[in-house]
């Protein structure tokens, strides 16, 4: 536990918002590239167009059912990328950090980052997540998502200074071991 005397490297108080869900969903899914089903989408429509075209250039008799299966498989992980999202926000939900499932009194979020932990006093009670068990860190613009092995921590930029949140961002980059994005130039 927290000893009395030590303070904490960063204090975060907010109250819980579905616009804070929502952003954090938002973070946690993966886009374009990164997003596995979409990943497997460019494989099938590969495998479909090189079936298609050697069938085509070697005079071969296609087969119409694999093609069918492909199509049908492109389809269904087109589904899945669209509403990986979803799933995200039900999983956040789950772990009691969607406010529209919490009462209206019980929103009010307190986080406390120290050197080797993270502690929250929440709705869910008083929970301590050592920095050892993060799994991964999703920083954005308005929000810091940390996922620990047992459970998930939001720390919105709002809750903190501009130069605090910035200095919360690098923290949790080198607690995760993550390197930040720069941002792209547009070249004249």
């Known amino acids: 536990m927290a000893d009395a005397r030590e303070k904490p490297l960063f204090e975060a108080r907010y109250e819980m918002t579905s616009l804070l869900t929502q952003e954090a969903a938002s973070l946690l899914t993966p886009t374009g590239t990164t997003n596995p089903a979409y990943i497997l989408v460019y494989a099938c429509l590969g495998a479909l167009l090189i079936y298609a075209l050697v069938g085509e250039l070697a005079d071969l008799e296609l087969n119409v059912p694999i093609m069918l299966i492909l199509a049908f498989a492109i389809a ?38 120290f050197e080797d932990r993270v502690v ?11 920095l050892s ?56």
């Open 76 to 113: 269904g992980l087109l589904y899945v990328a669209q509403h990986w999202q979803d799933r995200m926000r039900r999983r956040l939900a789950d772990e009691g950090l969607d406010a529209a499932f919490i009462g209206e009194g019980d929103r009010n979020f307190e986080i406390d980052v």
């Open 120 to 130: 929250e006093r929440s709705h869910r009670g008083e929970r301590t997540y050592p």
């Open 133 to 188: 068990t993060l799994r991964t860190a999703r920083v954005g613009e308005l929000l810091v998502v940390l996922q620990f092995a047992d459970g998930t921590v939001i720390v919105p930029k709002k809750s903190l200074s501009a130069s605090r949140f910035n200095q919360l961002k690098d923290f949790v980059r080198a607690a995760a071991g993550t390197k930040p994005r720069r941002k792209r130039v547009a070249r004249a």
